[in-house]
Each structure stands twice: as C-alpha cells, then as structure tokens.
C-alpha cells in the first residue's frame, strides 16, 4: 500500500459487491478516479452464489463469482483503482476524510461510498456451511426457481421468513417451516396468509440439526425441543435459512444515523448520510430489497450523488466546510 500512503483520492469505495463495483464504473466514467477497497468479502456475498438467473443482461445465467469478475474487470477498464485492502478506521472531524487501510496506511478521501454490504445470519452449522450454493441458501427471492415441484425447508419464524415461505410456494411442491418456538414471531396479516396456504406445513419447538448430503442437499435431520425426539426429512432438495440479516456497518457506528439493526439511514431519495460527501449504497443501507440489480442501481447514485458533491465544492477549502443543507 506504500504507493498510495498520505495521498488524496476524489472517491473512495468501502466495499466490492455490486453496489460498489458500479459506483466504481460510474466514478471512473466521471474521471473521478475512484479506488476500491474489496474488504473481507471481495465480490459480496454473490461470492457465495452459484447460478444467478434474475440480473439483466445474462440470458442463459450466470455463476455468482464470475458476474463479479465481469463487474470488476469492467471497473478496472475505465481506471477504477480495486484492491485487496480492508478499510480499519476513518477520522470523521476533518474534511478531507482520513481513513487507515489495513492497520497502517493512510489516505484521505473527499468523498467515501459505503457499500460494505450485509452478511445473511446463518446456523453455524458444519453441513449448512458445506453446503451453501449447493441447496442452502438465506435468499429465497434468488434461489426459489432452482426448486420447481421439490419439498424445501425454511428456517425462521418472523415476517421475511413468511415472506419468503409464501414466495417459494410459487414453485415447490411443499414448504416445511421449521420453527424453534411453538408459535410465530410475524405479524398476524404474515401468519393469516401463511396459514391459508396449503403448502406450507410447520414444524414447531424444532431446530434444524444437519442438513443431509455431501454435494447436495438430500434431506435435513431436526430434533424437537420438547421431546427430544429427532426426524429426518429425506426428501427435502432445499434449505432456507431466514433468521435475519448484519448489516456490516459497525466501522460508523455512533457516527451516522441507522436504523435498530444497523442499516445506514439515508436522506430522501439520495445516498447522502449525516456528513457531508459521505455516502452509503447497497445492502449497507437497503433493508427491503436486497438483491444485485437494486444493489447495483443505488451504487450507480451513489456514484452520481458524489459527482454532484465534488463538483459544488471544487476547491479543498469548500470540501472542508461543506455541510449538508
């Protein structure tokens, strides 16, 4: 990182999914010379993803590593700056920003996009890790087509897990709610509906124990709270977890306005936070969609939104006192 130590960059990117590799493309096309710091998970959590189906632009589908491949490699061809390097710490009381890269280098930013994204709460179970992309998986809206006519399971009792039961009823053939209390924690319109639907079944006082098989999911093992007693389900193809999502938003806690979970709170229909030429995008700030295209759009305003910042406050000096207004 010796070759950019103490040097002021117009656009820093915290982040590499799809919401931060646009607002790279987007930033770079400006001239804005943007740099990229891909953080623990270069590409997001499509990295974890095999077929994805639902971005425009890939007919035949396309491999979740590959469409972030594609994603970067187009960054890079308009000069965006990607690297492997962790954004560890930012000084917000001076304008331009300082920020420390990997414990040790500094830089300092005009303006920072925020697309650090969120991380899907998992089980922490061994076969559910071994197994994820290859029938577990925490996005039904993603994965839900994959399991036409076959018995899936989800995990979760709230209202996204309701949501995401009654939305894979569009294509399985069964969905087992598993749940480890004796009743729901959704709102009664979510259960109302769950309820009614004749393909979905519940599971109660359960946990999900293993999920069965070595490359694919061929069955899941859960035990009941209550009795103890522990059931397979051989013919399950599919697994749902639906417990919640992190947004990865600790590095500006106390500094910008959030919601109870963690998601940045942004101002009318921009990107902008509480301070100026800061701004946050992706699934870092999008608690309701949380899908590449909608990630990738608000990366593409981030960009925008930064554009406009640095072009009404030209000089350092009016980067220094800039306030929103």
């Known amino acids: 990182m010796d070759d950019i130590a103490e040097k002021t960059f117009d656009v820093v990117i915290i982040g590499s999914g799809p ?30 993803t095999t077929d994805v189906e639902n971005f425009p632009g890939y007919p035949d589908g396309v491999m979740g590593p590959k469409m972030m491949e594609d994603f970067r490699k187009q960054a890079e061809r308009f000069g965006a700056d990607c ?11 001076k304008r331009p920003y300082k920020l420390t890269v990997d414990e040790e280098t500094t830089i300092f930013a005009k303006t920072i996009i925020i697309s650090t994204g969120a991380s899907a709460i998992w089980l922490d179970l061994p076969s559910e890790q071994r197994l994820r992309g290859k029938g577990v998986s925490a996005c039904a809206t993603c994965d839900g087509a994959f399991f036409r006519n076959e018995h899936v399971v989800i995990v979760g009792g709230g209202d996204t897990a ?3 039961a009654l939305f894979l009823t569009k294509f399985a053939s069964k969905v087992t709610v598993i749940h480890r209390r004796d009743e ?20 109660w006082d359960s946990e999900l124990q293993e999920v069965l098989g070595d490359n694919v999911v061929q069955g899941v093992k859960v035990k009941n709270k209550k009795t ?7 013919d399950v193809t599919g697994v749902f977890i639906a417990i ?3 947004p990865n938003t600790d590095l500006f806690k106390g500094v910008l306005t959030m919601d109870d979970v963690g998601y940045i709170q ?3 229909q921009s990107t902008k936070t509480d301070l100026p030429g800061v701004f946050a995008c992706g699934d870092a700030m999008d608690a309701v969609y949380r899908q590449a295209v909608t990630a990738a759009g608000t990366g593409c305003r981030a960009a925008l939104d930064a554009e406009r910042f640095l072009a009404d406050h030209e000089s350092e000096e009016a980067i220094a006192q800039a306030h929103w207004k």
């Open 228 to 234: 103890e007693e522990v059931s397979v389900l051989e």
């Open 162 to 164: 309701m949501e995401e």
């Open 19 to 48: 919401a931060g590799l646009t607002a790279a493309l987007y930033a770079a096309r400006a001239d804005l010379n943007p740099i990229v710091f891909e953080g623990p998970e270069p590409g997001g959590q499509l990295m974890q």
């Open 184 to 203: 729901l924690r959704a709102s009664k319109a979510m259960q109302n509906r769950a309820f009614e639907n004749e393909k979905i079944e519940f599971m």
């Open 244 to 246: 919640g999502h992190k």
């Open 266 to 268: 942004t101002k009318g």
């Open 83 to 93: 690297r492997y390097g962790y954004v560890t710490d930012i000084d917000f009381e």
